[in-house]
């Protein structure tokens, strides 16, 4: 089946998590970390670094950050707790054993970071994040830039033959690639994920191949929003409801 096939609407909260037999996949911003006006805001956290220590620890390693992030980035919020990353929307993955692999580049990045400088240049509230396998321009300030942020980078991806990936108040480009969902696939065959039921929070439209993933692979996804059309099975509302919810995993 398809995630269109798949896609549902849902209210209900998930019961409270079981750890034992669990792999848990985690996206970052909107999930672990509240949407913030410029992603730099985002910083170190003691409670959530802690939480993930423990929950690292638990598992017995089975725990994964999955995000849109850069890898460097994830690491500096995330204090280096958590080994095993998927980064760039799983463009970068590094394992259990820490071993790092990566895309290479797209060519066409030249041309579109090029041109979507260019247009952030006109407007003070708009942002280019350059995460080198993929470019973000972020108009969270600049709400009425929206469509023509969005046109732009439709019209790019047309030329350059880059991916792109709409996000909550984003636009990205990116280097064609794996998803969240391969990234999830993909620590699933290997130890100590292998043959553990997988759970995977998040909140944007980039999550939504993880939440497919994880369903496929007779696990489930846990929504973390507003009530919208998703693959995941469960919806809770906001970050910290979340971080509640793992801070009580029995």
Same mark, same amino acid.
């Given at each position: 089946?398809?995630?269109?096939?798949?896609?549902?609407?849902? $209210?209900?909260?998930?019961?409270?998590?079981?750890?034992?037999?669990?792999?848990?996949?985690?996206?970052?911003?909107?999930?672990?970390?509240? #949407?913030?006006?410029?992603?730099? +805001?985002?910083?170190? +956290?003691?409670?959530?670094?802690?939480?993930?220590?423990?929950?690292?620890?638990?598992? *017995?390693?089975?725990?994964?950050?999955?995000?849109?992030?850069?890898?460097?980035? #994830?690491?500096?919020?995330?204090?280096?707790?958590?080994?095993?990353?998927?980064?760039?929307?799983?463009?970068?993955?590094? +394992?259990?054993?820490?071993?790092?692999?990566?895309?290479?580049?797209?060519?066409?990045?030249?041309?579109?970071?090029?041109?979507?400088?260019?247009?952030? +240049?006109?407007?003070?509230?708009?942002?280019?994040?350059?995460?080198?396998? *993929?470019?973000?321009?972020?108009?969270?300030?600049?709400?009425?830039?929206?469509? $023509?942020? #969005? @046109?732009?980078?439709?019209?790019?991806?047309?030329?350059?033959?880059?991916?792109?990936?709409?996000?909550?108040?984003?636009?990205?480009?990116?280097?064609?690639?794996?998803?969240?969902?391969?990234?999830?696939?993909?620590?699933?065959?290997?130890?100590?994920?292998?043959?553990?039921?997988?759970?995977?929070?998040? @909140? @944007?439209?980039?999550?939504?191949?993880?939440?497919?993933?994880?369903?496929?692979?007779?696990?489930?996804?846990?929504? !973390?929003?507003?009530?919208?059309?998703?693959?995941? #099975?469960?919806?809770?509302?906001? !970050?910290?409801?979340?971080?509640?919810?793992?801070?009580?995993?029995?």
């Amino acid at each position: 089946m398809s995630i269109e096939e798949l896609s549902i609407g849902l $209210e209900k909260p998930p019961t409270r998590l079981a750890l034992e037999g669990a792999a848990l996949f985690l996206d970052l911003d909107g999930t672990l970390a509240p #949407i913030a006006e410029r992603p730099e +805001d985002v910083q170190p +956290d003691p409670r959530r670094t802690n939480l993930l220590e423990a929950l690292d620890k638990r598992l *017995s390693g089975r725990l994964a950050v999955v995000s849109g992030r850069s890898l460097s980035e #994830i690491d500096h919020i995330l204090e280096s707790r958590v080994t095993c990353v998927a980064a760039i929307h799983g463009l970068v993955r590094r +394992d259990a054993q820490g071993v790092i692999g990566e895309a290479a580049p797209h060519p066409g990045l030249t041309a579109a970071r090029a041109a979507l400088r260019d247009f952030a +240049d006109s407007d003070s509230r708009l942002l280019v994040e350059d995460k080198a396998l *993929s470019l973000t321009l972020h108009y969270r300030q600049a709400p009425d830039r929206a469509p $023509e942020a #969005i @046109d732009l980078a439709e019209r790019l991806a047309t030329v350059t033959g880059l991916t792109l990936q709409p996000g909550d108040m984003v636009v990205e480009l990116r280097t064609p690639g794996a998803s969240k969902g391969d990234s999830i696939r993909a620590f699933m065959t290997e130890a100590p994920f292998r043959g553990a039921r997988p759970i995977f929070l998040g @909140d @944007d439209l980039t999550d939504e191949h993880g939440f497919f993933a994880v369903r496929q692979l007779g696990g489930y996804g846990v929504l !973390v929003g507003p009530q919208r059309k998703t693959t995941a #099975i469960y919806r809770m509302d906001s !970050v910290e409801t979340a971080l509640s919810w793992l801070e009580a995993a029995r």
